[in-house]
């Protein structure tokens, strides 16, 4: 689903992701949560594993924080030392994988300008927000964090597991995914359309916008080739530039690109500038994305839509409709959902990919549209986002079929560590809502007029 | 139950896409494997014969003649049209822009005398979007975020102008107490404390009002037919100068309109419980995000509730809301109904056809939920006589659906107003 040679990088970066996983558990500070190396198995569960067929009557074996095996009842080995726990009428998912949250009560780029790429969201998060929590109970494991869309460049996203088995951690290392240099992996924020247009030194119009990226990315090629000219000469290195050094990595496929995109015409745009820069994108909210699906096809760059319960709210999302993950799959896109969490609900990310069933997309793409399409999208789709041995341990038990309203997550699980509980009262406050479940602040989204203050007087 | 039905839908609903040319005065039949009435049992393999835009015949379709020249429509489930108890579909666009924003008046905080009708949009391209999903009953009108920021209409989701679709006129005033409706600076109000001083100043205003106005109506009355509108009186030499605001809360005090509050904090809705009985009126409290810690304050105080939506964002003063907010107060007997309410950004409009799901799915049954979208609201509302169930007599009001109407991959295949057919939900 991306252009060939960027699967080079993408399967390096991952199996780097998958070893650093294993020094990552030994050098965290909840170094005991994973010093059991306990073998548990599920069996006789409905196993949904997003990379082949639906498992009618399967077993899932983990150890520690893998994956051992999974398959149908009679073709698993349970080792003899496994804890095995009988999950007939439930259903197993992977984790949940949400592309684009705003979780955690954060903020990135300021209101000082339109391009901010070194501004990074981990240095804004706090991990006691809530909406970690319920983000569990709806079987989430894995999130994008993401600074808003009021800038064309908003700063740096970050992939974070849902580590909060136990207490939950203290600080957001303790939930960062991170590389085989230690180095917290995310991406970049960018966005186009109306959000990121404004008062002067934010962009006016359209065509002022596409000319500040180009223009700023014109500047990052030169400052890289004077990086490159230097060949670590510290004399002749230019100062560092946190700004260009961020869109270096953008251009050379070392960070995806997340780009917020409405309309037909700027989601062109984005390709467009995209592949002048060789930049490796991922196609955010897209509600137009129906009328140039073959366009988004085209180019390779995969969608992660959204879906609400009506359109408009805007001029640009007017044309939303359920049938856009239908449309877009059939033309051949690779495509996901996101929560945007707190613009839709955490709790009920299935919901969007039961919508999109609801206009007629294909239900096994549908469900990898929650898991796998999303792992992919954030390049960790070798360590998460499907059920197969030697993957991470991520999954949600769950008492029915995903896609039905009728249907409560029961557990989540982390890494093999059980992270919700719906039957613990703790947890259940989280998946029911209640005095102490919710937040009382609204995310800081910079900068653009917020909307959803028209209708307040302050 | 559900479950073979949605088996057998695929083929029917093939049938059921066809145009919908219908005219209010066609007779149209609706089979259908499931007929949930709300007010009575549901009926397996049933038909509803609708004509002159009433229900005139609902039962087993076995022991059912299909009039020559009749429309015929099947469907998996059929439920009554939905009813939308809070809403400001119509007064607040699509594209949520100054050109469609005609919810919230902010000039003054006290704006009684505002009337819905003069402001509702019944072409609104959302108006037909939910109706689309099944909604073919809405109570819209102003928004929150003024202490008291207008009135209300019940109307139908069909016609071109106000007056064709109109069920009743200023049904309800709305106030918001809370920070919403707080102003910063050196305007009022800029406290809690301070709202309720200018609501109970507005309220005595207008008891005083109603007592010059009484007396002198009395003085001059023998004359004048008692039920008159005040509108077609001819003002006397003497008579106090109208005062359509405080007109407006005579109303109000007189039990002729209600009075709605949006209230989510629990401090806010003790507040206006303690409001309503210093008046003797009886109140809707609206949104009501902390009514899961005020049930038993609530059901004292014989209030009714019109809930937020069930997906409504847990954040600022309604951090502390509850999916199971809805089956706490069906438990408790208090009267309530589920809103699609007010959005300022997204979704611009909410279905409650989504939002009773999520209740269904966190405590509420399944015929509680779509109640709380059908007869309740209409008993809320007044309007009972006409619409929220599937009887004789009743508005042909109908919602057809391919299965369970409150599963997510279940589609509204059509909808009938006043007998007329109208499109479900987009298809292609």
Redesign the interface.
């Known amino acids: 689903m991306y252009p060939a040679n960027r699967r080079t990088f993408l399967s390096r970066s991952a199996r780097i992701a998958i070893g650093i996983g294993l020094v990552d558990r030994g050098s965290l500070s909840t170094a005991e949560a994973y010093e059991a190396e306990e073998t548990i198995a599920w069996k006789n569960a409905k196993i949904v594993t997003a990379n082949s067929p639906t498992i009618e009557a399967g077993s899932l074996v983990i150890r520690g924080a893998s994956i051992v095996d999974v398959g149908p009842v009679d073709k698993v080995v349970v080792p003899p030392n496994a804890r095995v726990v009988d999950a007939a009428g439930k259903w197993i998912m992977p984790g949940l994988v949400c592309t684009h949250s705003h979780v955690g009560g954060v903020g990135a780029a300021d209101g000082s300008g339109p391009i901010q790429p070194g501004v990074r969201i981990l240095d804004s998060i706090n991990v006691r927000e809530?909406g970690f929590r319920?983000a569990l109970a709806g079987g989430l494991t894995t999130l994008n964090i993401m600074p808003g869309s009021g800038h064309l460049i908003s700063g740096q996203t970050v992939y974070c597991k849902l580590r909060y088995a136990g207490k939950g951690p203290s600080t957001i290392e303790e939930i960062l995914i991170r590389d085989n240099d230690g180095k917290p992996i995310g991406g970049l924020k960018m966005a186009n359309g109306t959000n990121s247009q404004g008062e002067s030194p934010f962009p006016g119009t359209r065509g002022k916008s596409a000319f500040l990226v180009r223009e700023q990315y014109i500047k990052a090629r030169e400052y890289n080739a004077k990086v490159t000219a230097a060949k670590d000469t510290t004399d002749k290195m230019p100062p560092r530039d946190l700004h260009l050094e961020t869109l270096v990595e953008a251009m050379q496929g070392k960070r995806i690109v997340h780009h917020h995109t409405h309309r037909h015409d700027d989601i062109v745009t984005v390709i467009r500038l995209a592949q002048e820069f060789g930049l490796r994108v991922v196609l955010h909210h897209v509600s137009e994305g129906w009328k140039v699906a073959k366009e988004i096809a085209d180019s390779k760059f995969p969608c992660s839509i959204i879906v609400?319960?009506?359109?408009?709210?805007?001029?640009e999302?007017?044309d939303m409709?359920?049938?856009n993950g239908r449309v877009l799959d059939e033309a051949g896109v690779r495509v996901g959902f996101h929560t945007d969490d707190?613009?839709?609900?955490s709790r009920?990310f299935a919901?969007s990919a039961?919508?999109a069933?609801?206009?007629g997309m294909n239900r096994d793409k549908a469900l990898q549209g929650l898991t796998l399409a999303g792992a992919e999208m954030l390049g960790l789709e070798d360590r998460i986002g499907s059920l197969a041995p030697g993957k991470d341990a991520d999954f949600a038990l769950l008492s029915g079929d995903p896609?039905?309203?009728?249907?409560?997550v029961l557990e989540t699980w982390v890494e093999g560590k059980k992270a919700f509980d719906l039957a613990n009262p703790n947890d259940q406050l989280y998946a029911?809502?209640?005095?102490?479940?919710?937040?009382?602040?609204?995310p800081f989204l910079c900068c653009f007029a917020?909307?959803?203050?028209?209708?307040?007087?302050? | 139950m559900y479950r073979t039905l949605v088996l057998s839908c695929a083929a029917l609903s093939m049938a059921i896409l066809s145009a919908s040319q219908s005219r209010g005065d066609d007779v149209v039949v609706v089979l259908a494997k499931m007929i949930i009435t709300v007010s009575g049992k549901p009926i397996e393999n049933g038909a509803i014969l609708c004509k002159a835009g009433k229900i005139v015949s609902v039962g087993e379709s076995s022991s059912f003649t299909i009039p020559a020249g009749a429309i015929i429509k099947e469907a998996s489930v059929v439920i009554p049209g939905l009813i939308d108890v809070r809403t400001c579909v119509g007064l607040s666009g699509i594209f949520n822009v100054e050109h469609d924003s005609d919810q919230l008046e902010s000039s003054s905080p006290l704006q009684p005398e505002l009337r819905a009708k003069d402001a509702y949009n019944p072409g609104e391209e959302l108006v037909a979007y939910i109706r689309s999903f099944g909604v073919t009953t809405i109570h819209t009108g102003h928004a929150p975020g003024e202490l008291i920021s207008g009135q209300t209409i019940v109307t139908k989701t069909v016609g071109n102008s106000v007056e064709e679709s109109l069920i009743v006129d200023g049904r309800a005033i709305c106030a918001t107490l809370g920070e919403s409706s707080q102003k910063s600076g050196k305007q009022s109000p800029g406290t809690r404390a301070k709202q309720m001083a200018m609501l109970r100043a507005l309220m005595f205003e207008a008891i005083e009002y109603r007592t010059k106005t009484t007396k002198k109506t009395k003085e001059t009355s023998d004359k004048e037919s008692e039920d008159k509108e005040s509108e077609d009186k001819e003002p006397a030499d003497d008579a106090i100068a109208r005062n359509l605001r405080l007109e407006t809360l005579v109303e109000v005090l007189d039990g002729k309109k209600a009075l709605l509050i949006t209230a989510d904090r629990a401090q806010d809705i003790a507040t206006a419980l303690r409001f309503a009985s210093e008046f003797g009126i009886s109140i809707w409290l609206d949104s009501a995000a902390e009514a899961n810690q005020m049930i038993p304050q609530i059901k004292e105080a014989k209030a009714t509730v019109l809930l937020h939506p069930s997906m409504a964002r847990s954040s600022g003063e309604r951090e502390s809301l509850s999916f199971q907010t809805a089956s706490m107060l069906q438990k408790n007997g208090i009267p309530f109904a589920i809103q699609g309410g007010f959005e300022a950004y997204v979704p611009k409009a909410r279905v409650v056809l989504f939002e009773a799901a999520i209740a269904a799915a966190h405590g509420l049954t399944r015929d509680e939920a779509i109640e709380s979208i059908t007869l309740s609201p209409a008993k809320i509302l007044g309007i009972a006589d006409r619409v929220g169930s599937i009887e004789i007599g009743k508005d042909a009001d109908l919602a057809l659906y391919d299965g369970d109407p409150l599963e997510y991959t279940t589609r509204c295949i059509g909808v009938v107003v006043n007998g007329k057919v109208y499109d479900g939900e987009a298809s292609d």
């Open positions: 809530p319920r609400l319960d009506s359109p408009g709210g805007k001029l999302a007017k409709t359920f049938k707190w613009i839709t609900d009920l919901r039961a919508l069933v609801r206009a896609l039905s309203v009728y249907t409560r029911e809502g209640g005095a102490g479940a919710g937040s009382e602040l609204n917020q909307p959803w203050q028209l209708g307040e007087t302050n």
